[in-house]
């Protein structure tokens, strides 16, 4: 019987448990349109924590009617940041739970450290999905052909919130030529099928090792998923 010290716990260990009841809340995302009202912040974040303990469209929608009401916010501004919050958080819980589902990864035991997702093979890493960067302005042949050159890119482009940093990242690139890139990141078995492919044959000579300005230094690499 599982056991929980923290009243959330129940709610992400049903959706890390169960990867189609994520994938099928995230596609309820699909048919709104995907836009930000400004560029994500803290206070923002603050407004939007919520995100993480609400498990399906519906709860989240009606949440964020109240908190709307209840602190006098921007209502479409509001909308869309959670929702797009609520989207990636869940696509990001949905990678992380296939990759420690997998052979030679190990789980971070310490769950808040934000560096350290997962160790491949005894390397940590942090991993973060995205769409590709339209802001790279290259094409996705060139990209795959110059990987360094678009993992500095990454790095340096990241966002400057709580999730910035020069350490070891596993980037899970999505790009699709038939709808808009994000929509992949609610195409869970798709993710599972190109993560699961890398890490039965990982190997750490294929990593890149980057080296920043501020003299720190990580190793990288990039899964592409496509469609």
Not at 85 to 96: P, Q, T
Request: net charge positive; hydrophobic share 40%.
């Amino acid at each position: 019987m599982v056991t929980f010290s923290n009243p959330f716990y129940p709610i992400l260990y049903l959706m890390q448990t169960n990867l189609a009841i994520i994938e099928e809340q995230l596609q309820k995302r699909w048919p709104i349109s995907y836009k930000w009202f400004r560029k994500q912040n803290d206070q923002w974040d603050g407004y939007t924590n919520f995100i993480y303990t609400i498990a399906t469209w519906e709860e989240l929608v009606t949440t964020i009617a109240n908190r709307v009401e209840k602190h006098q916010l921007p209502k479409e501004e509001m909308f869309y940041y959670a929702i797009n919050r609520w989207y990636n958080f869940w696509s990001a819980i949905a990678v992380e739970t296939i990759f420690c589902s997998s052979e030679n990864i190990k789980a971070a035991k310490n769950t808040k450290d934000r560096l350290v997702d997962f160790s491949l093979q005894g390397i940590p890493f942090d991993h973060k999905t995205s769409v590709y960067p339209k802001g790279f302005g290259k094409s996705i042949t060139y990209a795959k052909a110059h990987k360094e050159e678009l993992l500095y890119w990454l790095y340096t482009n990241q966002s400057h919130q709580q999730r910035q940093h020069f350490a070891n990242r596993l980037f899970i690139i999505v790009y699709s030529e038939h709808v808009e890139h994000w929509k992949l990141k609610a195409e869970i078995q798709l993710l599972k099928s190109a993560i699961t492919n890398y890490v039965a044959t990982f190997n750490p000579s294929n990593l890149v090792t980057l080296t920043f300005k501020n003299k720190e230094r990580a190793v990288s690499d990039i899964i592409w998923v496509q469609k």
